[in-house]
């Protein structure tokens, strides 16, 4: 009885040992949903209607600690290799080049490409936002070459999308996947829905 007791006693240190610590319940989003963290955008000037020419700057600046929508709670989020897309759709028509109606102005440090998909078309994606001095941040620039109804729709993903345990940050609880979602800033979001003249 001794042995089996010395054992039991012996496996329980082990294991406290190896496992790493859990963070309470209290930090898990309810119903095993994801953490929620919203990436604010804000696209100037805030016009509706624009001119063949004129130029769209559009930036993010997001500082640490993140506000978590699910656990009402803040975060430190060091490092995580966010990508951002700008997709572009003409609600005129549902094929139109990408290249020929837009210019994009966007620094080398933002590893920046015009993805061309099956699903989604063609679109702006930035494939590395910056961390540095305890915020992200991007900038980039849109002129504008041709007249027509658009609509942008941006958004932030991570590469490996809400994959639990993929990502990691103190306090996380290792099942809960991540997720982020853009937040247009003010009246930056009547720029959603252009007209270009």
Do not use: W
Request: net charge negative; hydrophobic share 35%; proline share 7%.
């Amino acid at each position: 009885m001794k042995k089996i007791f010395s054992i039991v006693l012996i496996l329980s240190f082990l294991t406290s040992c190896i496992l790493p610590d859990h963070p309470d319940d209290s930090n898990c989003p309810p119903n095993n949903g994801s953490y929620l963290f919203s990436f604010p955008l804000e696209i100037l000037p805030t016009n509706s209607t624009y001119n063949v020419g004129d130029t769209i700057d559009i930036s993010a600046r997001i500082y640490n600690p993140f506000y978590d929508y699910s656990t009402e709670k803040y975060y430190n989020l060091n490092n995580f290799p966010i990508i951002f897309q700008f997709h572009i759709s003409n609600n005129q028509y549902s094929n139109f080049d990408l290249n020929e109606a837009f210019v994009f102005i966007v620094s080398p440090t933002f590893e920046p490409s015009v993805v061309n998909s099956s699903t989604y078309g063609r679109y702006l994606e930035l494939e590395s936002v910056r961390f540095a001095n305890n915020f992200y941040f991007f900038e980039f620039k849109v002129i504008l070459l041709k007249s027509g109804s658009y609509k942008f729709s941006p958004q932030t993903i991570l590469p490996y999308g809400e994959m639990p345990g993929k990502y990691y940050f103190e306090g996380k609880c290792y099942d809960n996947g991540i997720n982020f979602y853009v937040d247009i800033l003010g009246a930056s979001a009547e720029n959603l829905n252009i007209m270009v003249n």
